[in-house]
């Protein structure tokens, strides 16, 4: 009943705040700031803005080190230390995994067809051996039922003079019909979004497509096979199966048959924490990936990122990794995403956040993860040798292997294999996105003059290995020109050539900087500081590190009108409401449910602009009800995986304390007492409002306070 009334105060609290929403994203405080900050709004303000928001004694903290020192210590990561954050993420085998045994661990659809069908053979692990099983009996299953329903009597068509009378509306019935299927290029099309290209070849369909689904059960086949499923658990549980040890458990499981492991699998949804209690990191991953192997790999980085945002002490190197993978986003619901992120995140990103950006563009360039992606990873030139038909002779390359129109005694008439063809998306994206900006003064043939400098960019053994390797056959070759400077026939060189051009550019010292501006000081940052960052970027080569410096210490950085001025991306917000509570998590993945419905499901940005930064596409009325709900939820208790002790944030003295007293102490330790009036005054409303019929008085809620001003447009801002 306390938690029912705590969420209608909290839904009129939300829209009364909500009525105010032009001044969320307003650069102005209600409380007027004192000429030149003092040291705790300093501190506040760098908290804000190079963290994931103050954690309880912070503020205090960093005032105590100094601003700018603590400024130069997080912009120096390496110099901290942070080997706690380590044991928390450590149970997460996969960051710790290569691709490839993610991918032996964690097999992809056309990883265990391969093994289906005899082309690999089964893995000799038990553990590994499990999840191949239960993948290869659930294609079985699909395959039997397919056969099922192809060989079941067809309804007779309906006779003209019953329906339809002509081919169009007979066609039409056909595709309204209960058994039509779906589309097999629709289904590529909403798998590869909009970058998919139109000259896909097969290999891209068979790397990138799911395994096919089965005709969805009549809800008596459902009903049956739940009660199938549930004769199976029962049976388990009778046999003393949940009584086991964990080991003993876990062994049992893997002893039972392949339709056993599959019926258990299946019946594991939803219950999976009856099971998993008291097992090690490895056997919790190999029962859940039964289910859904690749899933497990995209949960558990997402869990990391979490992690690493709410706990490390390396706050600063976070935000450069988030801001980074958002530049050069790349989507995990593409192909073989969710098996590529994990390396391209730690592996190519983090350790270049702070270092030259060259070196981050050019590891992106190469990343498998972004070849896929942007479909890099099939263009061929049209005139390359593969294009051509032409098999690979020692003879056909020329100097600095440069490959000749057609080897000697080739016949230029014959007939060509089918190729791909020329892939643009990551040409357009590296110049409109990476680099020099949509308005970077490039033109169309300047896009396809770039697609073809990185044709043959290409991915080593994609079912296997997953590495970047150049492929000279599919390179396009000749000379070409870019942006008015000729590009000299040299393969994999003309890439290099063309990421360095592009990294040294004006255009793109001046986008990177206008970038950081924005997300380090306002949507629309000062003209000023922009140029002053872009001089620094070319004067220093790219060195983001510098750059960032001339930013943290240039006077619009600090000036009060930058001051709780950024509204909070829903990753901001719910990782910084945890650290400012103080909040334990267990278990990163009810939070990371908690972004998918705030709109920003973690690595789920399908466009390559990945999510934006400014406030205009995160405020609305519903978003802030959103933010509300879970901000009394995360106080009352009531996220699964979190614990937060609201009263310990102001010290529990053991009596009911003062209701105006915890309202002070609660905004000085969440908002270092930056609270409007008009906020301040509707939570007094909320816990002075007298108590509903059949309702005895009580103190007033700890958790419904904390929740309220976690909630509140102060909050909300950074």
Known sequence: MRIKFARQYAFLFALGLACAVPQLIAKKKDKAAEPGANDQKR????????????????????????????????????????????????????????????????????????????????????????VYQVQIARLQQRKERKQEQASA??????????????????????????????????????????????????????????????????????????RREDRLYSDLKIEGFIDLQPDERYKKILSLSADEQLAFADSLRGRAQEFLDGMNPRQKETLLAMNNPQGVVAEELAQAKL?????????????????????????????????????????????????????LLVATAKSPAMLFYLDNWLSVGPNSMQAQGIPARPMGYGPYGRQRRFPPNANPNAKRKKSSGLNENYGRELLELHTLSVNGGYSQRDVTEVAKVFTG??????????????????????????????????????????????????????????????RFVS????????????????????????????????????????????????????ASAVRASGGDVNDAMPLARQLNNMGMPLYGAQPPTGYSMKADTWVSSSALLNRMNFALALTGGKV???????????????????PSALLSAMETKLLASDVSKQTHDSIVAQVDAPPGKNQKSKPPDASMIAGLLLGSPEFQKR
């Open 523 to 574: 949507d629309d940052p000062p003209a000023a500081l922009v140029d002053r960052m872009a001089k620094t970027f070319e004067k220093k080569k790219g060195d983001i590190r510098e750059v960032l410096s001339t930013m943290f210490h240039s006077p619009e950085f600090w000036d009060d009108s930058s001051y709780r001025a950024k509204f909070k991306t829903p990753l901001e917000f719910v």
């Open 307 to 359: 992690i690493r945002a709410i706990y490390s002490e390396r706050q600063l190197e976070e935000v450069m990794t988030d801001f980074w993978f958002n530049h050069f986003n790349v989507f995990v619901g593409k192909g073989p995403e969710r098996l590529l992120i994990t390396n391209y995140e730690q592996d190519v990103i983090r350790p270049r956040a702070l270092g030259k950006f060259e070196d």
């Open 640 to 658: 699964k995986g979190v614990k937060v002790d609201a009263l310990g944030l102001v010290g529990d003295s053991g009596t009911a304390p003062d």
């Open 43 to 130: 501190a506040v303000h760098a908290l804000n803005r190079l963290t994931f928001g103050p954690r309880p004694g912070d503020v205090q903290q960093v005032m105590a080190m100094g601003v700018d020192h603590w400024i130069d210590m997080q912009l120096h990561p390496d110099k901290i230390q942070d080997n706690a954050i380590e044991s928390r993420v450590s149970p997460l085998r996969t960051l710790h995994m290569s691709t490839k045994e993610i991918l032996e661990d964690f097999p992809d659809p056309q990883m265990i067809k391969q093994v289906m069908d005899g082309k690999r053979s089964m893995p000799s692990d038990p553990a590994r051996r499990a």
């Open 153 to 226: 009597p067809r309804p007779p068509e309906p006779e003209a003079s019953e329906g339809a009378k002509t081919a169009e509306e007979l066609a039409a019935a056909a595709a309204a019909s209960p058994d039509a299927a779906p589309s097999d290029a629709n289904a590529m099309g909403a798998m590869n979004g909009a970058n998919s290209d139109s000259s896909s070849t097969d290999a891209s369909k068979e790397m990138m497509a799911p395994a096919p689904e089965p005709k969805p059960l009549t809800p008596e086949e459902a009903a049956e096979a739940r």
């Open 457 to 518: 960019w290409t991915v080593e053994k994609p079912f296997e290995g997953m590495s970047f390797r150049y492929d000279q056959r599919m390179h396009e070759p000749g000379p070409k020109l870019v942006l008015g400077h000729r590009i000299k026939d040299k393969g994999e060189g003309e890439g290099k050539e063309v990421l360095h051009m592009l990294a040294t550019s004006p255009q793109t010292a001046h986008f990177i900087s206008l970038k950081l501006a924005q």
